[in-house]
C-alpha cells in the first residue's frame, strides 16, 4: 500500500540518465515508426505495449535487430492462454544472436566473459575465443548425433564452460537444461530423469566456501542413472584426468588445424525449445518449464536492453548458480553485447563482503544479488561503498524474494551515491520479470517500479476484479513470448494448465500477492498459496518477515497460517537466532510488540517458537507450504520432495512438533 514514507522518491534518475537511457530512444523511435506514445513517459509506452501487444512486440523485433533466417506470418496466431502462438513462421537462433559481437572486428578482442572464483583471480574470454569454442563445440555434438531437439544437460558451476555449453547446444538446435553441482543425484536426476539427455558435461568437483568438493561418485551415479545418455564431458574443474568412458572437454574445442570455422547456427522455428528449466519441486517432482528459443530471444532484449539498460559499454554481475533462472537471464547479457561477469563461490567468503568486492574487481555497472544477502550484509555492518571501489556500479538489483524497505534504504546509504535500486520480480515459470527495473522513474522504499513493457500485470480480488492500492492476487492477462510453450511429459497440457489458469481461465495466476499503487509502482506481499488469512483478512509472510528480522536477535523467521480440524487457525512464527541469543519472555515480546505497532495487532503470532534451521528450496527460497502441511499432520515423504531441500533434516522439527501437538 501507498505510505506517506514512501510519497517521496528514495532515488530519482537526473535528466541526463533519462536522456541517455535505451528506454527512452526506443519510445521516440517507436513513436516515430510504430505508432507508440512519444509523450507520457512510461506509463504511456507502457499502456501501449499492452493495448497494442503485436506492434510493440514488431517494434522489438526491429529495434534490436532480430534476425528471422525465415519471415514470420504474424506477431500472433493463437492468442489464448494456454496456447498463445508467437510468430508462426518465423525461423531464427539464439545462440547467433547472442554471439553477434563477435562479427564486429572493433570489438572481436574484447571480453565476452570475465571469471572470478573465490581466489578473486580473474579469467577473460574474449568474443572471438567464446565463437570459436562454441562453433568447435557445436561441430563436436554434431558429431556425436546430437539433433535439433535432443536434450543436452549441464552438471556446472558457473563457470564459462557452462556459457559455451549452452551456446553450442542453441547453435545445434539441441535443448539445454542445467543443475548447480552443489545439487545431490537425487535431486538432479528428479529433474534430469524427466528430459532424458543424450549428453551429460559435468565437473569432478568445485570449490565453495574455502573447500574442495569432490563430485566424482555423483557424477558415475548419474551416468549409471540416466540411459539415454550417448556421451560424457568431463570438465576438469579440480584437475582430475577423464574418468573411463568419458570424453576430455579440451579435446572438444580446441581449434583444428587451421583454425576454427565460424558456428553453423541451425535455424529452428519461433517456439522452437531453447531450454529447461525446472520449479522448486517442493511437494512433488519438479516442474520441467520448456521456454523457446524466439520467446526468450524477445523477451531478455526487451529486459536486458530496456529495462536494465545495458550494452556493450556495461558489465553485467548477478550472483547465481546454473540450478537457477537467473544463471540463464545473465548469460542473455550477451544479446546486447554486454560483458558478463560469472563468479563461482560462495557468496560470503571470505567475508560477507564478497560480492562487493567482485563487483568493485570486475568493474561491474549492474550488479544483481538476492534481497537476502543485502539483508545479511546490513545486519552485518558491512559497509560497501566504504570498503571496496564502486563506482562504476550504476544499479543495484535484487530479486529471490522481497526487498524490505530497511534493505532499499540501507543500500541508497551504503553502497552508493546516486545508485538505481531495482527490486524486480518475476520467475522460473517466464524466466524474466513481471516488475521491476525501469531507469527512467523513480525508486520508492519498499517498491518496485513499474509493471514491465508488454505485461499486462493486475492484482485481482477473489472474485477476478482488477484493484488498485489493495492486496490482489497476481495476474497477466494478456500472453508473454517467454511464457512456457509446455511442460515436459505432460502431453495434454493439464499439469500446465493447472499450474497457472485454473483460478481465473485464460488468464496467468502467478501465486504472489501484489498491490499495484495509484502512480504505477508495485509492492509484493509473499506467496499466495502460503497465504496468512485471519479473520477473513489476508496477510503477506513477507511483510512480517521484514519486521521480525530487522531485531538483530533474529538470524531467519518462517511463519505459517494452519488451518485446524476443529475451524481454529493456529499461526505459528518460528525464529532462527542469531548466535549467543536464546529466546526468553523478553524477546518474546519484543517481536510481538514490534508486530502489533508496525504492522497490526492481527500479526501478532499465537506462539513464538525457536528452532535449530530454516529449510530452503535449493535455491534459497523459504519452504513454506511443505511445513504447512507438516503442521497438518502430513508424512514427511507427502508433505516435501526431499531431494529439493537444502537441509531436509531441518523438517524433523517441524513434523514432531505436529506430532506432540496431535
Given at each position: 500500500m501507498t505510505t506517506a514514507a514512501s510519497a517521496v522518491p528514495?532515488?530519482?534518475?537526473?535528466?541526463?540518465?533519462?536522456?541517455?537511457?535505451?528506454?527512452?530512444?526506443?519510445?521516440?523511435?517507436?513513436?516515430?515508426?510504430?505508432?507508440?506514445?512519444?509523450?507520457?513517459?512510461?506509463?504511456?509506452?507502457?499502456?501501449?505495449?499492452?493495448?497494442?501487444?503485436?506492434?510493440?512486440?514488431?517494434?522489438?523485433?526491429?529495434?534490436?535487430?532480430?534476425?528471422?533466417?525465415?519471415?514470420?506470418?504474424?506477431?500472433?496466431?493463437?492468442?489464448?492462454?494456454?496456447?498463445?502462438?508467437?510468430?508462426?513462421?518465423?525461423?531464427?537462433?539464439?545462440?547467433?544472436?547472442a554471439l553477434r559481437t563477435a562479427q564486429d572486428p572493433a570489438r572481436a578482442d574484447t571480453p565476452a566473459l570475465v571469471h572470478v572464483d573465490e581466489t578473486q583471480e580473474q579469467r577473460t574470454v574474449s568474443w572471438a575465443e567464446l565463437r570459436d569454442q562454441v562453433g568447435a563445440l557445436a561441430t563436436a555434438l554434431r558429431d556425436l548425433g546430437v539433433r535439433p531437439g535432443d536434450r543436452v544437460s549441464g552438471y556446472l558451476p558457473n563457470i564459462p564452460q557452462a556459457v559455451t555449453a549452452l551456446l553450442a547446444t542453441a547453435a545445434v538446435g539441441a535443448v539445454w537444461t542445467s543443475c548447480a553441482p552443489d545439487f545431490g543425484a537425487r535431486g538432479v536426476l528428479d529433474r534430469f530423469q524427466q528430459v532424458e539427455p543424450v549428453v551429460l558435461f559435468a565437473v569432478d568437483g568445485y570449490r565453495y566456501g574455502g573447500k574442495e568438493h569432490d563430485r566424482t561418485e555423483t557424477v558415475a551415479e548419474l551416468r549409471r542413472e540416466l540411459p539415454t545418455l550417448r556421451a560424457v564431458v568431463h570438465v576438469p574443474l579440480l584437475g582430475t584426468p577423464a574418468p573411463e568412458g568419458t570424453l576430455a572437454w579440451s579435446a572438444l574445442v580446441e581449434s583444428a588445424p587451421g583454425g576454427t570455422a565460424p558456428p553453423v547456427f541451425e535455424q529452428v522455428p519461433f517456439d522452437h525449445p531453447l531450454w529447461v528449466l525446472y520449479s522448486s519441486g517442493t511437494t512433488g517432482l519438479p516442474k520441467a518449464i520448456v521456454q523457446s528459443q524466439?520467446?526468450?530471444?524477445?523477451?531478455?532484449?526487451?529486459?536486458?536492453?530496456?529495462?536494465?539498460?545495458?550494452?556493450?559499454?556495461?558489465?553485467?554481475?548477478?550472483?547465481?548458480?546454473?540450478?537457477?533462472?537467473?544463471?540463464?537471464?545473465?548469460?542473455?547479457?550477451?544479446?546486447?553485447?554486454?560483458?558478463?561477469?560469472?563468479?563461482?563461490?560462495?557468496?560470503?567468503f571470505p567475508a560477507v563482503d564478497a560480492q562487493w568486492r567482485v563487483a568493485d574487481r570486475t568493474g561491474a555497472t549492474l550488479f544483481g544479488t538476492s534481497a537476502a544477502y543485502v539483508m545479511a550484509c546490513r545486519k552485518a555492518g558491512v559497509h560497501p561503498a566504504r570498503d571496496h571501489d564502486l563506482s562504476r556500479v550504476r544499479c543495484v538489483a535484487t530479486t529471490g524474494s522481497p526487498l524490505p524497505p530497511d534493505g532499499f534504504r540501507w543500500l541508497a546509504d551504503e553502497a552508493g551515491?546516486?545508485?538505481?535500486?531495482?527490486?524486480?520480480?518475476?520467475?522460473?515459470?517466464?524466466?524474466?520479470?513481471?516488475?521491476?527495473?525501469?531507469?527512467?522513474?523513480?525508486?520508492?522504499?519498499?517498491?518496485?517500479?513499474?509493471?514491465?513493457?508488454g505485461t499486462d500485470l493486475q492484482a485481482w480480488d477473489p472474485q477476478g476484479r482488477p484493484v488498485t492500492d489493495e492486496v490482489g492476487e497476481l495476474v497477466v492477462t494478456k500472453p508473454m513470448p517467454s511464457m512456457p510453450t509446455r511442460f515436459w511429459n505432460d502431453p495434454d497440457g493439464t499439469r500446465y494448465h493447472d499450474s497457472y489458469f485454473d483460478t481465473y481461465p485464460g488468464v496467468w495466476r502467478h501465486g504472489d500477492w501484489i498491490t499495484l499503487t495509484d502512480r504505477g509502482s508495485v509492492v509484493i506481499h509473499g506467496r499466495s498459496d502460503s497465504t496468512l488469512n485471519r479473520q477473513g483478512v489476508r496477510m503477506g509472510s513477507a511483510d512480517i518477515y521484514e519486521a521480525v528480522e530487522r531485531l538483530p536477535e533474529i538470524r531467519e523467521s518462517l511463519?505459517?497460517?494452519?488451518?485446524?480440524?476443529?475451524?481454529?487457525?493456529?499461526?505459528?512464527?518460528?525464529?532462527?537466532?542469531?548466535?549467543?541469543?536464546?529466546?526468553?519472555d523478553a524477546l518474546r515480546a519484543r517481536i510481538k510488540t514490534t508486530l502489533r505497532e508496525e504492522l497490526s495487532p492481527?500479526?501478532?503470532?499465537?506462539?513464538?517458537?525457536?528452532?535449530?534451521?530454516?529449510?530452503?528450496?535449493?535455491?534459497?527460497?523459504?519452504i513454506e507450504v511443505p511445513v504447512k502441511r507438516l503442521l497438518q499432520g502430513a508424512t514427511l515423504d507427502k508433505a516435501v520432495n526431499a531431494g529439493s531441500v537444502d537441509r531436509v533434516e531441518l523438517l524433523h522439527f517441524y513434523e514432531e512438533l505436529a506430532r506432540t501437538r496431535r
Amino acid at each position: 500500500m501507498t505510505t506517506a514514507a514512501s510519497a517521496v522518491p528514495l532515488w530519482q534518475p537526473d535528466p541526463a540518465r533519462v536522456a541517455t537511457a535505451g528506454i527512452t530512444r526506443f519510445q521516440a523511435w517507436a513513436a516515430e515508426r510504430h505508432g507508440a506514445p512519444a509523450e507520457g513517459g512510461y506509463a504511456a509506452l507502457h499502456r501501449w505495449s499492452v493495448d497494442e501487444l503485436d506492434t510493440f512486440w514488431t517494434a522489438i523485433a526491429d529495434w534490436f535487430d532480430v534476425r528471422f533466417a525465415t519471415p514470420y506470418e504474424k506477431v500472433l496466431g493463437a492468442r489464448t492462454m494456454p496456447g498463445a502462438e508467437w510468430f508462426p513462421g518465423a525461423t531464427l537462433n539464439y545462440a547467433e544472436h547472442a554471439l553477434r559481437t563477435a562479427q564486429d572486428p572493433a570489438r572481436a578482442d574484447t571480453p565476452a566473459l570475465v571469471h572470478v572464483d573465490e581466489t578473486q583471480e580473474q579469467r577473460t574470454v574474449s568474443w572471438a575465443e567464446l565463437r570459436d569454442q562454441v562453433g568447435a563445440l557445436a561441430t563436436a555434438l554434431r558429431d556425436l548425433g546430437v539433433r535439433p531437439g535432443d536434450r543436452v544437460s549441464g552438471y556446472l558451476p558457473n563457470i564459462p564452460q557452462a556459457v559455451t555449453a549452452l551456446l553450442a547446444t542453441a547453435a545445434v538446435g539441441a535443448v539445454w537444461t542445467s543443475c548447480a553441482p552443489d545439487f545431490g543425484a537425487r535431486g538432479v536426476l528428479d529433474r534430469f530423469q524427466q528430459v532424458e539427455p543424450v549428453v551429460l558435461f559435468a565437473v569432478d568437483g568445485y570449490r565453495y566456501g574455502g573447500k574442495e568438493h569432490d563430485r566424482t561418485e555423483t557424477v558415475a551415479e548419474l551416468r549409471r542413472e540416466l540411459p539415454t545418455l550417448r556421451a560424457v564431458v568431463h570438465v576438469p574443474l579440480l584437475g582430475t584426468p577423464a574418468p573411463e568412458g568419458t570424453l576430455a572437454w579440451s579435446a572438444l574445442v580446441e581449434s583444428a588445424p587451421g583454425g576454427t570455422a565460424p558456428p553453423v547456427f541451425e535455424q529452428v522455428p519461433f517456439d522452437h525449445p531453447l531450454w529447461v528449466l525446472y520449479s522448486s519441486g517442493t511437494t512433488g517432482l519438479p516442474k520441467a518449464i520448456v521456454q523457446s528459443q524466439g520467446g526468450i530471444l524477445l523477451e531478455h532484449l526487451k529486459q536486458i536492453g530496456l529495462h536494465c539498460d545495458l550494452g556493450p559499454d556495461d558489465r553485467f554481475l548477478w550472483y547465481t548458480s546454473t540450478g537457477w533462472m537467473m544463471w540463464n537471464f545473465l548469460v542473455s547479457g550477451l544479446l546486447t553485447g554486454t560483458t558478463i561477469v560469472l563468479y563461482d563461490g560462495s557468496p560470503g567468503f571470505p567475508a560477507v563482503d564478497a560480492q562487493w568486492r567482485v563487483a568493485d574487481r570486475t568493474g561491474a555497472t549492474l550488479f544483481g544479488t538476492s534481497a537476502a544477502y543485502v539483508m545479511a550484509c546490513r545486519k552485518a555492518g558491512v559497509h560497501p561503498a566504504r570498503d571496496h571501489d564502486l563506482s562504476r556500479v550504476r544499479c543495484v538489483a535484487t530479486t529471490g524474494s522481497p526487498l524490505p524497505p530497511d534493505g532499499f534504504r540501507w543500500l541508497a546509504d551504503e553502497a552508493g551515491d546516486d545508485l538505481w535500486i531495482a527490486s524486480v520480480s518475476g520467475g522460473t515459470d517466464i524466466c524474466s520479470c513481471f516488475a521491476g527495473a525501469v531507469p527512467t522513474l523513480p525508486v520508492h522504499t519498499g517498491e518496485l517500479q513499474a509493471a514491465c513493457l508488454g505485461t499486462d500485470l493486475q492484482a485481482w480480488d477473489p472474485q477476478g476484479r482488477p484493484v488498485t492500492d489493495e492486496v490482489g492476487e497476481l495476474v497477466v492477462t494478456k500472453p508473454m513470448p517467454s511464457m512456457p510453450t509446455r511442460f515436459w511429459n505432460d502431453p495434454d497440457g493439464t499439469r500446465y494448465h493447472d499450474s497457472y489458469f485454473d483460478t481465473y481461465p485464460g488468464v496467468w495466476r502467478h501465486g504472489d500477492w501484489i498491490t499495484l499503487t495509484d502512480r504505477g509502482s508495485v509492492v509484493i506481499h509473499g506467496r499466495s498459496d502460503s497465504t496468512l488469512n485471519r479473520q477473513g483478512v489476508r496477510m503477506g509472510s513477507a511483510d512480517i518477515y521484514e519486521a521480525v528480522e530487522r531485531l538483530p536477535e533474529i538470524r531467519e523467521s518462517l511463519v505459517i497460517g494452519v488451518e485446524e480440524p476443529d475451524g481454529g487457525y493456529w499461526m505459528p512464527l518460528f525464529v532462527h537466532l542469531a548466535e549467543g541469543h536464546h529466546l526468553d519472555d523478553a524477546l518474546r515480546a519484543r517481536i510481538k510488540t514490534t508486530l502489533r505497532e508496525e504492522l497490526s495487532p492481527r500479526h501478532v503470532p499465537d506462539e513464538i517458537i525457536e528452532v535449530p534451521g530454516v529449510p530452503h528450496t535449493l535455491t534459497g527460497k523459504r519452504i513454506e507450504v511443505p511445513v504447512k502441511r507438516l503442521l497438518q499432520g502430513a508424512t514427511l515423504d507427502k508433505a516435501v520432495n526431499a531431494g529439493s531441500v537444502d537441509r531436509v533434516e531441518l523438517l524433523h522439527f517441524y513434523e514432531e512438533l505436529a506430532r506432540t501437538r496431535r
